[in-house]
DNA sequence: GTCTATAAAGTGATAGAC
DNA sequence: GTCTATCACTTTATAGAC
């Protein structure tokens, strides 16, 4: 897998840095061309100097980051599916593998855990059709490679209702990378993303089993239809 | 209740309508005062002789949709709440009090029923603290009131595991507004909001209710009874 | 009320010196 | 590689004629 290497130092580093903090804060729409190269110290010339432009970088910085969850997600996935071979997953370990890869431990930024889960519901909030190319595909497989998993739990759910549940998980997750956690009036101090997760998992699990009665049939040879 | 009350035509009139198409398609952000201005068939001048400024303007629009839907919500609560009189109120009923009033009922807009979601959507997707007072009083007041109507309906739950929970349901919803709806893909055509609304209630319920045995001291029927 | 003209600042991007 | 200076354009907003 060929990763671009990016420089450890010097004004290209800086400019990655600076405009990966911008962005988490304020959005991808609200960050100008100048905003980047006044927080990254170098002059205004660099920015189109390295990366040729704005757009450039944003897509850089998207495939930089969207890949690599997508890539944990896939590979999570395997092995759970592995570790219950055969048989129907678990929700909760397919909502894990989906969901556990946003928290940060693929994270190649110096960014605060916060300010870096920020960036990514940024990037996960954008249309797909306006990710890079080289990280729209990656984006659309692993959705629907992990639809297939969900089904193959869940396969009383209708792909139609199957995609809305899907649909509402994502919001969920989006909202709460971008949160405005809803403790921030509570006295409790900043939770654990691990404890975040692991509600946002809970929750996301028994919505999208809702209304099914068993959602094993266990003991059932079906997998030759979903065998992919 | 004092509404203000907008021009039924000439350019004040233009104005609103266009910059309600204009923002719901491409969020407040992307939106400036000429493309409105220049949507409308005003002059530029025209926008400022009658808002002040662009922000005004944002603003208006913030508080016309929003304090509506809110308004609503809490009309729909308060019948639920007398409905049950005392006794816990099913989940479900909670939920749909919250939810249905972005459906489009108490939209004032001549816009089509997906755009005006989509502004819905926007609005609601932009942070509490940057809504103008008079839709942030309501908004905060709105959203207190029913995390303690769902803390009474679920008592077994913590303040910030309720918090939480009804953090997702409010991700998904925003998520939902601003679809993309999933089902683009399908054959089938653009879902009835109704079937979209009964099916984000149905899985917000069940993530609510997650891991809480009896939901109510008087429990058994209301699912069972309650038809979307 | 409506318009043209324009101010004052900001935008992404480039040329060309060092 | 790095910089200053600048281009061509858009931004919000206002002054002042009609």
């Given at each position: ?7 450890e130092?010097?004004p290209?580093?800086r400019?990655l840095?600076?405009?990966e ?13 100048r ?7 170098t002059?205004?010339?660099a920015?189109?100097?390295h ?6 970088l ?6 930089h ?5 997508n890539e944990e ?9 592995r570790?219950?071979a055969?048989?129907?997953?678990p929700?909760e ?19 605060a ?10 990037i996960f ?5 306006s990710?890079?190319?080289e990280a729209?595909?990656?984006q ?19 792909g ?22 809803p ?11 691990e404890a975040m ?14 209304g ?6 266990a003991k059932k040879g ?7």
């Amino acid at each position: 897998m060929r990763v671009k290497k990016f420089p450890e130092s010097g004004p290209k580093r800086r400019l990655l840095d600076a405009a990966e903090v911008l962005f988490a804060e304020r959005g991808f729409e609200s960050v100008s061309f100048r905003d980047i190269t006044g927080s990254a110290e170098t002059n205004i010339a660099a920015l189109n100097y390295h990366f040729g432009s704005r757009e450039v970088l944003i897509d850089l910085l998207i495939v930089h980051y969207a890949n690599p969850v997508n890539e944990e997600r896939l590979a999570r996935l395997e092995a759970v599916e592995r570790k219950w071979a055969g048989k129907a997953t678990p929700i909760e370990e397919v909502c894990d593998a989906w969901l556990r890869p946003l928290q940060g431990m693929t994270r190649k930024s110096k960014l605060a855990e916060p300010l870096f889960q920020k960036l990514l519901g940024r990037i996960f909030a954008l249309a797909p059709a306006s990710f890079p190319p080289e990280a729209q595909q990656l984006q659309t497989h692993a959705s629907n490679r992990f639809l297939k998993a969900l089904s193959k739990a869940l396969p009383a759910l209708s792909g139609e209702e199957l995609a809305w549940r899907a649909h509402f998980v994502e919001g969920a997750t989006i909202h709460v990378l971008l949160g405005q956690n809803p403790l921030s009036n509570h006295a409790s101090a900043t939770p654990t993303t691990e404890a975040m997760l692991g509600r946002l998992i809970r929750f996301s699990a028994a919505g999208l089993r809702e209304g099914v009665e068993s959602e094993a049939p266990a003991k059932k040879g079906p997998q030759a239809i979903f065998d992919f």
